[in-house]
């Protein structure tokens, strides 16, 4: 399974918005069919607050791994 952290740095939102509608493979398909795990992203996890800062604390401190850091 690979697993990606992703950061928003800027105002826009075009590369989640591309990332969603992205048709070969879908997002789903990533996910579902390819274990994509997606540790963190700012539109499409539940997490916020202090639960979203203990995913970035975790992986900060190497006790959680992500193969993919999208900025």
Known sequence: MTS?????????S???????NAAEPSV?????DFG???VY???LS??????AQD???SVAK????VDIFVY
């Open 4 to 12: 990606v952290l992703w950061f928003q740095g800027g105002a826009c």
């Open 14 to 20: 075009g590369n989640t918005m591309s990332f969603i």
């Open 28 to 32: 789903v398909d990533l996910i579902v």
């Open 36 to 38: 994509l795990e997606v």
């Open 41 to 43: 992203h700012p539109t």
């Open 46 to 51: 539940g997490e916020i607050g202090k639960a």
């Open 55 to 57: 995913i970035f604390w």
């Open 62 to 65: 190497g006790e959680r791994e």
